[in-house]
């Protein structure tokens, strides 16, 4: 699924400069156009489960996009992006978009396909539900304060209500519930399975520093939002 998207009450770009010029954006999008229509006409290769996978992932993208486009005149105060935030972000990217579509569109890493009994690839696409719900319902409950990065915006507020009110990372458990859905809807180690690992490092890197940017901004308000609500799950207050 869609790569640039990651939780935050917070989010990497310093002023008012979009992550991606509008140039670029374009031709990311009509790449992946050219690569799923590939990918259609591969769908008895591929199997049902990949049909699966790019409807999810093009129902990520139309999510995301009028946040993406409306957020970019946010005014950014405060903002990390370090080497090591460009390697994940990179990481996501390649594992969530491009390896997964290449494949399909290419059979490219067949030579890396794996079998898997049909009643995996049905959860995997049920897991898409809940998935598209909480990463719709999230984008929406952060409103402006969401980004693709590790920024605070002027004005910037602590969103404690909506899906908020009971997962402290909603978005984060939507696109936890993509990569484990992935490698059981492309049943291939490069195009599906890479991308648990790469978001394994995003979950571990990035959010001990997200959670220390909400804490230095809300203080005492932040606190007592990490004391009542879990980060993954809503009775375990890690």
Request: with cysteine; net charge positive.
């Amino acid at each position: 699924m869609t790569a640039g998207h990651v939780d935050a009450q917070l989010g990497s770009n310093v002023g008012t400069r979009p992550m991606m010029s509008g140039l670029g954006t374009l031709v990311m999008l009509v790449t992946a156009l050219v690569l799923m229509i590939a990918a259609l006409f591969r769908w008895r290769e591929n199997g049902w489960g990949a049909l699966a996978w790019l409807f999810g992932f093009v129902a990520m993208t139309a999510i995301r996009l009028p946040h993406a486009k409306r957020n970019r005149a946010n005014q950014i105060v405060t903002a990390r992006k370090g080497l090591d935030e460009t390697l994940l972000l990179i990481g996501m990217f390649t594992t969530i978009m491009v390896l997964p579509l290449l494949h399909l569109a290419t059979g490219v890493f067949a030579f890396a396909d794996y079998q898997l009994p049909a009643t995996a690839t049905a959860f995997g696409a049920i897991l898409l539900v809940p998935m598209l719900w909480l990463f719709w319902r999230s984008h929406a409950d952060l409103g402006r304060n969401w980004s693709p990065g590790l920024e605070v915006r002027h004005g910037h507020d602590l969103v404690t209500g909506g899906v908020y009110a009971r997962w402290r990372h909603p978005m984060y458990v939507a696109i936890w519930l993509t990569v484990l859905s992935q490698p059981l809807l492309i049943h291939n180690a490069i195009g599906g399975l890479l991308a648990v690992p790469a978001f394994a490092a995003m979950w571990l890197l990035r959010v001990p520093q997200e959670e220390a940017m909400l804490r230095e901004r809300f203080g005492e308000a932040y606190d007592a939002y990490c004391a009542r609500v879990g980060r993954l799950w809503p009775m375990v207050r890690s």
